[in-house]
């Protein structure tokens, strides 16, 4: 399984202390306690692995190093090392205690989850002409330690919803290099697919039936996944029984879920119209444009023609 919500622990490392010391083979100036390394800090960092977050399945907390104390000879102490911890592409990244939200978008990119703490002064520091023999060093500060919760929301231009069996993953391994399991079964997608169609992401969502936003079937906490697309495709099979509730079924769980998802409806692929005769293809193409504003395309996996207008229309919403 996916794993792409997850609530894990952080915290930076303690500040080293500082020292109090004074060299006692020179006069009472030699003041030469150093003072404490700063403690480590918890970085994010972005990577291509969809995957990433299920490493904290099971190892949820997570501590920078903490940071040496100050030495004799006014020597700092070493700071403590940072970690850095991979996350997909796409994670929201929540922190409970400061409700502070942030995202990571790109490989490479890094956000600062723990600050690790400030390192003590060391009484070296501390020595002026009026005070030339402090007695004194400060502590290190402790490192920020925090919960945050770790939200994948796939990054894809485009997604495909659909009840069960409709053809979307058919669709996608048609359009794109995947080879996703299709199956003459519902919900034979268990977790959303990707594909890349000429550098667009495309989003297969596993299908979802009436009630899904009550969590029947495979429920709708996928289309947290496409809430970022710009575009989304409805497949309804040509196979159905009730188009206008077929249709309207899964406009209903998008817009419980979120009213903005609804509106990024942008076509109706009708799928296998290889199964039926164009007459009838004409007819069912009418009845969904009875029901929505988008226009409706008859497709089959059999007919290139049709693959090769599904991706021009797919290109042409998407830039
Ligand atoms: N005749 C015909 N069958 C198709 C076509 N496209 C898909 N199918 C078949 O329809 C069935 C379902 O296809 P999938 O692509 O798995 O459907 P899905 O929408 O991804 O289904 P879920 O993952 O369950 O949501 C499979 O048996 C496919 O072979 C088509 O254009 N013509
Ligand atoms: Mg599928």
């Known amino acids: ?21 004074f060299d006692n083979t020179k006069s009472k100036e030699g003041v030469d306690g150093g003072s404490g390394g700063n403690g480590g800090s918890v970085f994010l960092v972005g990577v291509s692995d969809l995957g990433a977050l299920g490493q904290f399945r099971f190892k949820k907390e997570f501590k920078a190093e903490d940071g040496k104390n100050g030495q004799v ?13 991979k996350v997909p592409i796409g994670t929201v990244v929540l922190n409970k205690t400061t409700n502070k939200k942030q995202e990571v978008l790109e490989v490479g990119q890094k956000i600062l989850v723990a600050k690790g703490g400030v390192g003590g002064r060391g009484n070296f520091e501390f020595k002026s002409s009026t ?8 502590k290190g500060k402790e490192g920020e330690s925090f919960e ?9 231009q485009v997604g495909f919803v659909g009840l069960p069996n409709a053809g979307k993953s058919s669709m996608l391994n048609e359009l794109t290099e995947a080879s996703v399991k299709v199956a003459n079964y519902r919900f034979t997608t268990l977790e959303p697919n990707l594909g890349v169609l ?3 992401i495309l989003a297969d969502i596993p299908g979802l039936i009436e009630g899904a936003s009550e969590g029947k079937g495979l429920g709708i906490k996928f289309l947290k996944h496409i809430k970022r697309t710009k575009v989304i495709i409805h497949f309804i099979s040509s196979e159905s029984e009730n188009l206008k509730k077929d249709y309207q079924t899964v406009k209903q769980e998008l817009k419980r879920y979120d009213k903005s998802l609804a509106e990024k409806e942008k076509f109706i692929f ?10 009838e293809i004409e007819k069912k193409i009418n009845i969904l444009k009875e029901v929505s504003k988008n226009d409706v395309l008859a497709v089959s996996i059999y007919d290139p023609d049709s ?13």
């Open 148 to 156: 945050i919760f770790l939200e994948l929301q796939l990054i894809a």
């Open 131 to 138: 005070n030339t023999a402090p007695k004194y060093a400060e």
């Open 73 to 85: 000879k006014k020597k700092h102490g070493r700071n403590g090392k940072d970690i850095f911890l």
């Open 307 to 319: 693959i090769e207008k599904a991706r021009k229309i797919i290109l042409k919403f998407s830039v």
């Open 270 to 279: 009708l799928t296998k119209h290889d199964l039926f005769d164009k007459k």
């Open 198 to 200: 000429d550098g667009l």
């Open 1 to 21: 399984m996916l794993t792409d919500e997850v609530t894990i622990k952080v915290s930076g490392g303690k500040g080293g202390d500082g020292k109090v010391h």
